[in-house]
């Protein structure tokens, strides 16, 4: 364990080198390239849920559920300059799949920049389900949030940038939700 409790992973090869996935939203496509060398436990969770090849436990139904987890949910809080976040099944930020695992944070990998793909949580090794995307740099979140990925083009981008600035409530949720309709996953 590191410094700070958390689990420091080794890089694997047996998973695919190039990962993506496309988050379908009812504002456009956002590509995103998957970081499975830097965050493999985070990426193949992420890929696992978004394929529904991962076992969640239904908060409705309380039930196990192993089918596409982020269709049809919703980015929940948008915080202008800062992110979007998605990836919670009560559309709240209150829950996730029924699990939680360890953070991965690797050297080369930090909040240097804008269109950040990362995990959420409510601290260490609390991941789950819920993700953000960053629209500006923020260092601050350095070694206490998951990177596992980045939007992958100028469109994407721009998608991101429209989310990011669209209309919300007191609590940070759109006015008009933004829908992840689907996810789909590219092996390269």
Known sequence: MGESGCIFFPERTDVASQLAVTLHTSQGDIAIDLFPNHAPITVENFVGLAEGTKEWLDPATRQ?????????????????????????????????????????????????????????????????????ITVAATPW????????????????????????ATATDRLDRPEVPVVIEKVTVERR
């Open 64 to 132: 196990v559920a192993e089918r596409p987890f982020y269709d049809g949910l919703t980015f929940h809080r948008v915080i202008s300059g800062f992110m979007l976040q998605g990836g919670c099944p009560l559309g709240t930020g209150t829950g996730g799949p029924g699990f939680e695992f360890a953070d991965e944070f690797h050297p080369e990998l930090q909040f240097d920049r804008p269109y950040l793909l990362a995990m959420a949580n409510a601290g260490p090794g609390t991941n789950g389900s819920q993700f953000f």
């Open 141 to 164: 979140l350095n070694r206490k949030h998951t990177i596992f990925g980045e939007v992958a083009d100028a469109a994407g981008r721009a998608v991101v940038d429209a989310i990011g």
